[in-house]
């Protein structure tokens, strides 16, 4: 799969969609959206559109219709959105970013284990 394009906030919501469940049309992600979104068609059609011009999405026709799917998985998603995140925030440094988060945010005594078996792991 081509590396992940840098994708917004509501083309998240398209995405996710596209890979729980593809081929779909756009018919078919406007009615999954329906419960969440209150975009109006035509909205969603552009952000597909742009998905498909960023070569997040592929198509293929199929009748009068286009089928979409994914051409980047979810991963490389959420790792390019961590990186481009890490890097505009925090200048690219990791350590500042993760002693916020340790500092500003409530872990339970199994999330505190599973941070420190992770370092052990990293560590090695």
């Not at 009615?31 to 068609?41: C, D, V």
């Not at 409530?106 to 420190?116: F, G, N, R």
Request: hydrophobic content about 40%; some cysteine; charged content about 30%.
């Amino acid at each position: 799969m081509p590396e992940a394009p840098p994708i917004t906030d509501a083309e998240w919501d398209i995405m996710r969609i596209v890979w729980q469940a593809s081929p779909l049309t756009a018919a078919d992600v406007i009615s999954r959206l329906s419960g969440t979104k209150s975009w109006k068609p035509k909205t969603v059609k552009t952000l597909i559109g742009r998905l498909v011009q960023k070569g997040a999405l592929g198509f293929r026709k199929d009748g009068r219709e286009y089928a979409y799917f994914p051409l980047v998985n979810e991963e490389e998603c959420v790792r390019e959105a961590s990186r481009s995140f890490l890097d505009r925030i925090y200048g690219g440094a990791l350590k500042p970013m993760m002693v916020h988060f340790l500092e500003s945010g409530k872990l339970s005594p199994e999330d505190i284990e599973e941070l420190k078996e992770l370092l052990r792991e990293k560590e090695k």
